[in-house]
């Protein structure tokens, strides 16, 4: 697959112009943890490691910013200009997915709709917010960035009913919270812009929290506490089923 500077798509330029543009007025010093420009070889690369095509928006994001840098990396503490420690780079993007799917284990016992229904229906098992599958390790997902290795956003190209292939997703494993983020990778920038825009002119309103030493919290985009114990739409006509006899 061959990129040119025509081909890149308007909207993911657009996008990220808006959040250099927030980041600049909020956050001005994570903006060199932005990585240059990833070559189209490397993305290519990325695909053929992984046997998935690519979203043309994330692929067009890639050729923006080639993920961001780790807030270690100078060797001391810098802000992150996303919610999270850094966006994987081509080769971490790789590396990284093929962790994650190293861990998938069928279990047909838990692997389930109904079981997944009573979970949430306990309210302290599993929060699920949108039409997102809670399989640890499935390799229906491309892991494109973390926080701590607890908190992962992942291209998810297996989507519950209503879902939408190549929807961002965060999950974070410890607390077994599973949140879409937007429907695709071009909405997920337009999200993160608008909230940073909205920082920008009034903090309090934002869902964002920003410190001004490690940038955005990864809270962003997290399931609200109000609706846990409460099903996604689709899970509403799904009778439970305990996993345990």
Not at 132 to 142: F, L, T
Not at 154 to 162: I, Q, R
């Amino acid at each position: 697959m061959t990129d040119t500077g025509a081909g890149v798509d308007k909207g993911v330029t657009e996008a990220w112009r808006r959040i250099e543009a927030g980041l600049s007025r909020v956050l001005p010093a994570s903006l060199r943890q932005l990585k240059a420009p990833a070559p189209v070889q490397a993305i290519d690369a990325v695909e053929a490691a992984l046997a998935v095509p690519l979203p043309q928006d994330f692929r067009a994001s890639l050729r923006i910013h080639n993920g961001t840098k780790w807030r270690y990396d100078s060797g001391q503490l810098q802000p992150s200009p996303v919610p999270l420690d850094y966006l994987y780079d081509t080769n971490e993007i790789i590396e990284m997915t093929r962790m994650w799917r190293a861990n998938y284990h069928p279990e047909p016992e838990w692997d389930d709709p109904q079981v997944w229904a009573y979970l949430v229906d306990q309210g302290e098992h599993l929060w699920l917010n949108g039409p997102v599958r809670p399989i640890i390790g499935s390799p229906g997902a491309v892991v494109v960035g973390d926080m701590n290795g607890d908190v992962r956003w992942l291209l998810d190209f297996d989507p519950a009913p209503g879902g939408t292939p190549g929807q961002v997703v965060r999950v974070d494993v410890e607390c077994a919270t599973w949140d879409v983020l937007a429907p695709s990778w071009t909405q997920l920038l337009v999200r993160y812009a608008e909230d940073l825009e909205l920082f920008a002119a009034d903090p309090d309103k934002s869902p964002l929290e920003i410190d001004r030493l490690a940038g955005p919290e990864c809270e962003w985009g997290s399931t609200p506490s109000d609706s846990w114990g409460v099903r996604p739409a689709w899970l509403q006509n799904v009778q439970a089923r305990s996993p345990c006899p």
